[in-house]
């Protein structure tokens, strides 16, 4: 059962415009959510993260915004660039543990 | 540069081959990871170190074993290489910070 859903495989986006990038979890245990992006052929690598205590995660052009109730996260990309065409994982855990469970991954393409 | 190396990069056994994956760390971070990532299937856990001394299973175990050398090195061993285990491998350590996992570059084993 996959307890971390990213239910969009892909998604394509104009440079510029806003990229948003969703996924909902089902255990009500998780209490620290994180993104990473990965591009091919390397690992991935950490871009945001955000704890159950707050409801919204900013850093430069990426904001990460959480909806307890609704056991939903979503990443927020504006302005969108090129290089940001990876894919991007979420992933989550429950205090103490550690134990990442992430996401099925979304591609993004920005398109020039 | 710091982070996580792991050898080989790549590596094609034949059906029943053994090999160990390995992986070093020079953050000194105590617990250390194993995710094999599958399309459509996201990053699963293998096994993890919390610290050394001590290892534990994650989501898919089955035909693995690990052994974490010292503080440094995490090892990854496949006894008898089976087609389901082509995959691409990584490893990661964790201080357990809020900055998440730094991951090694991967290891694409394909098993034939």
């Known amino acids: 059962d996959q307890q971390v859903k990213q239910n969009s495989p892909s998604l394509s986006v104009q440079e510029g415009r806003i990229s948003i990038l969703n996924c909902d979890y089902t255990n009500s245990m998780f209490d620290y959510f994180l993104w990473y992006k990965k591009y091919p052929a390397e690992g991935p690598t950490f871009l945001i993260s955000i704890s159950s205590i707050k409801d919204k995660n900013e850093d430069g052009r990426f904001t990460v915004f959480l909806n307890k109730s609704a056991k939903h996260l979503s990443l927020h990309i504006v302005p969108s660039q090129p290089g940001d065409s990876a894919v991007y994982f979420c992933?989550?855990?429950?205090?103490?543990?550690?134990?990442?469970?992430f996401g099925t991954g979304t591609r993004l393409k920005v398109l020039a | 540069n710091a982070g996580v190396t792991q050898t080989p990069k790549f590596q094609v056994l034949k059906t029943g081959q053994s090999m160990t994956l390995q992986c070093a760390q020079d953050?000194?971070?105590?617990?250390m990871y194993w995710y094999r990532q599958d399309p459509g299937m996201g990053l699963r856990l293998i096994y993890y170190?919390?610290?050394?001394?001590?290892?534990d299973k994650g989501e898919v175990p089955n035909g693995y074993n690990v052994s974490r050398l010292n503080k440094r090195e995490f090892s990854l061993r496949l006894e008898s290489a089976a087609p389901s285990q082509t995959s691409v491998y990584f490893c990661?350590?964790?201080?357990?910070?809020?900055?998440?996992?730094?991951f090694g570059s991967g290891t694409r084993l394909t098993v034939v």
């Open positions: 170190s919390a610290s050394e001394g001590t290892t």
């Open positions: 953050m000194n971070h105590n617990s």
């Open positions: 990661a350590s964790s201080d357990g910070g809020g900055d998440g996992y730094t």
């Open positions: 992933a989550a855990f429950p205090s103490g543990t550690y134990k990442y469970i």
